[in-house]
């Protein structure tokens, strides 16, 4: 959008972190990059509101890893997982219930 300013672009981004409604950016990309934790941990990412969580699960400090054939020599990684978090799994929860108008009936899926 080249008729608005970076820095108008800037000065709305930082209005909506106030708000709440987007988070500063920084950890999702992070997770690329370095983080001031450096011990190894995981992400849960949320794709509908973008919340993003560290994570620790011994299990998946142990998996494997890729192997020489890969060329790499895998000195760290972290996981991400990818969902929507509590809140946002409530709210679609909610829209579902509202939709089919009655109770859900057993768990299918
Ligand atoms: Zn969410
Ligand atoms: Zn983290």
Known sequence: MPEISRTTVYRILETFARLGVVRKA????????????????HHLLCVRCGRMEDLDDESLDRIDLPGRE???RIE???????????????????????????????KTR
Request: proline share 2%; hydrophobic share 20%; charged share 30%.
């Open 26 to 41: 920084g950890h999702p990309d992070a997770v690329a990059r370095y983080e001031s934790r450096t011990s190894r941990h």
């Open 70 to 72: 890969t060329g790499y």
């Open 76 to 106: 760290d990684y972290s996981i991400q997982f990818r969902g929507l978090c509590a809140k946002c799994a409530n709210a679609e929860g909610r829209r579902r219930a509202g939709n089919s108008g009655d109770k859900r009936r057993g």
